[in-house]
């Protein structure tokens, strides 16, 4: 079979598995060049590499370099730094950035603040201030929702408050991962939906204000957990898609390089399926033609990148080489690097934060405590326990019993081993859409709904 007959522009779920499972190395390969080969002839600006000092990432750019020489010194590489990276991946990052780029290497910026802001408690009580005044209108569109940070800032000024940094995040405020946490909510949780792109004090006017109502039962059911639970994804927007982008349009970017794998997730899978390795989408600063996203180990499993590594003797990030005591009780290596903070998983078992109690102590403890997502898995416990795995234990040593019936918000931080590395089975998530995977490599927002990109 020839090597172009490997590469469509759609994929059946079989087609992949069949090439993930049963094509040799050396032909992923191949394939993976020919990828590239056919994406660098598309390219009318900038070409760059969308890095995250992680094994996969790392694979793509070596790929280029290796069998590309000439177009490599051409392609710049952008390094995510969210600002909540793992320090193993900062370093090897900043490395191998510098080694392999040189000034080609950039790291994104956080993105500061357009407008004054008022804190998430100081505008929760303008908005309650406002209500007890019957002077809603003040910030309230004609149809319950908010009108906007300005309308607080106005309302707060009016009354003669005097803003400061303790009641304001004021314009030219980075928006670093605690006003993401402070302003939106912790990343906990599942597929992100529409409403969690907006700011917290945005979705509680919705829910008490407005007279939208949804006649979906899983979205009234998912409102009613927010009502509770302050969670959001919107860190991964704000943190790492959006500097991103910005830099993109810096450097007049028209084509960027992913390490993104079908054999990853459901929604890579998704995404290479009706995507194939290459396609174009558009981007404001990209008048003449299309923007691509180019994705050339889409076919490869994490055993395909481990073999090349070890094939050609590459150093990679010591991250990997971490290890934790799984579930099952075998001892596993850190398997991706991504945020340190990321709790979007946790429903599932050897999750992120399960892990991070093991490898990284502090950061774990500053996520559950300083960070509040003890506070907030605690309220969805409360609400959403599973009642049928609960009542399926003995009475005597049974963790999530215990919890039941005695339990207060500190029972599930201390219980040994901690009781939020197996939430999932405390929980009962059905009919949420709380329970779904959450990708942040392959969705973005657009007009306030979920897309694959």
Not at 107 to 130: H, K, N, S
Not at 234 to 263: N, R, T, W, Y
Not at 314 to 329: H, K, N, Q, R, V
Request: net charge negative.
């Amino acid at each position: 079979m020839n090597i172009l007959d490997y590469i469509k522009p759609t994929y059946t779920f079989k087609e992949i598995n069949d090439y993930m499972k049963n094509l040799p190395l050396e032909v992923k390969e191949q394939i993976s060049v020919e990828v590239i080969r056919q994406a660098l002839s598309k390219s009318r600006h900038t070409i760059a590499i969308a890095f995250s000092g992680g094994k996969d990432s790392q694979v793509v750019a070596d790929l280029i370099e290796r069998n590309s020489p000439e177009d490599f010194s051409r392609v710049h590489c952008i390094f995510g730094n969210t600002g909540i990276e793992f320090p193993e991946s900062l370093r090897f990052a900043r490395k191998y950035g510098k080694e392999h780029f040189g000034d080609r290497f950039h790291e994104t910026m956080l993105l500061e603040l357009q407008e004054d802001e008022l804190r998430y408690d100081f505008a929760r009580q303008i908005v309650d201030q406002l209500e007890d005044e019957n002077a809603l209108e003040e910030i309230l569109k004609p149809d319950g929702k908010l009108k906007g940070q300005k309308a607080l800032v106005s309302a707060a000024l009016k009354r003669g408050y005097t803003l400061d940094r303790t009641n304001c995040f004021f314009k030219g405020h980075k928006m670093n991962f605690a006003y993401c946490v402070e302003q939106y909510g912790v990343p906990l949780l599942g597929k992100a939906t529409s409403k969690l792109d907006a700011h917290r004090i945005n979705i509680e006017c919705f829910l008490k204000y407005s007279q939208t109502d949804s006649k979906k039962d899983e979205l009234k059911e998912y409102y009613s957990i927010l009502r509770e639970c302050k969670f959001s994804q919107h860190c991964c927007k704000l943190l790492k898609k959006a500097p991103s982008e910005k830099l993109q349009a810096e450097l007049d970017v028209d084509m960027i390089f992913k390490g993104l794998m079908a054999s990853e997730s459901h929604s890579r899978m998704t995404s290479i399926s009706t995507r194939g390795h290459i396609f174009a989408s558009s981007r404001p600063h990209i008048t003449d033609g299309a923007f691509y996203h180019v994705n050339p180990i889409a076919l490869w499993t994490d055993d395909d990148v481990w073999a090349y590594i070890h094939k050609y003797d590459m150093e990679y990030s010591p991250l990997y080489d971490i290890t934790y005591i799984a579930e099952d009780g075998t001892e596993q290596h850190i398997k991706r690097n991504g945020c340190i903070m990321c709790g979007t998983d946790i429903q599932f078992k050897d999750n992120h934060l399960a892990v991070l109690r093991q490898t990284h102590p502090t950061a774990w403890r500053s996520c559950m405590e300083a960070f509040g997502y003890r506070d907030q898995l605690y309220k969805l416990f409360r609400l959403k326990k599973d009642k049928n795995i609960l009542s399926s234990f003995t009475d005597d040593g049974t963790k999530a019993r215990l919890i039941d019936r005695f339990g207060g918000v500190e029972t599930l931080l201390h219980a040994k081993p901690c009781a939020y590395d197996d939430f999932g089975e405390l929980v009962d998530l059905t009919g949420t859409g709380l329970e779904r995977e959450y990708d942040a490599e392959v969705l973005e927002m657009e007009d306030g709904q979920l897309k694959i990109i």
